[in-house]
């Protein structure tokens, strides 16, 4: 599906039409630049490269750098492919050529719902508490010792006399893929190359964003 990347600035408030309050996320979106386009005929698939981000030309590849000259674009730090790739425009559906810059408004509207795919902020090593939303021992009475936290018992009996696969315990936490879907555009700045959605977006600030036309 058609998409674009960018990068999250923050998150702020905005009123609607109506006077409400509404919390948004910002993005910076684009513009990217089209690195490879895909066909049925040369891949097996159809699908769009695009790249994002200026990279130093001493920090990138030898064959990343051929990948960009023979774009004709300069270096890039973030490359994706959005398959089944096709924008808007004011005589119909286009599609993308090579070295081609796709800016936001070229593929989102006001009202539309978009998913917001990022990687999640890394939280290292957590206790069962932060990770599962245990609810701890709660009752420091009765002999309990420092255990307000702790799972509790994850063993079986004599039988099977081992500890369960997929057991809920302690361990590392966030820096994962995270997808959340349908958040409604509410306002586009073209010429910031900005994209305002209602709601929370996965990531820290200036994490890395693909932005997807929700189904």
């Known amino acids: 599906m058609s998409g674009i990347l960018g990068r999250k600035v923050g998150m702020t408030t905005i009123f609607d039409d109506d006077g409400r309050s509404v919390v948004c996320t910002v993005i910076e979106a684009g513009p990217c630049a089209v690195t490879q386009v895909k066909t049925e005929e040369t891949d097996g698939y159809s699908a769009v ?9 001493k920090r990138t590849t030898k064959a990343l750098k051929g990948h960009f000259e023979k774009a004709g674009v300069e270096q890039r730090r973030h490359v994706v492919e959005f398959r089944d790739f096709v924008f808007h425009k004011a005589a119909g559906d286009v599609q993308a050529e090579l070295g081609q810059q796709i800016a ?11 998913d917001v795919a990022g990687t999640s902020k890394g939280k290292g090593f957590q ?10 021992v709660n009752d420091a009475t009765h002999g309990q010792h420092n255990r307000q936290r ?16 997929g ?15 349908n958040l409604n555009v509410v306002r586009i700045l073209a010429d910031q190359n900005l994209l305002i959605v209602r709601g929370a977006v996965p990531g820290p600030t200036n994490g890395v964003l693909e932005i ?4």
Do not use: C, W
């Open 104 to 114: 936001v408004g070229d593929l989102f509207e006001v009202g539309e719902f978009v």
């Open 167 to 181: 057991q809920k315990m302690g361990g590392r936490t966030g820096g994962n893929r995270v997808t959340v879907q």
């Open 49 to 57: 490269q695009l790249a994002f981000g200026n990279k130093k030309a």
């Open 127 to 136: 206790g069962v508490v932060k990770r599962h939303g245990f609810a701890g």
């Open 212 to 215: 997807h036309k929700a189904d």
């Open 150 to 165: 702790a799972p509790g018992s994850i063993g079986q009996a004599s039988y099977p006399g081992k500890v369960m696969k």
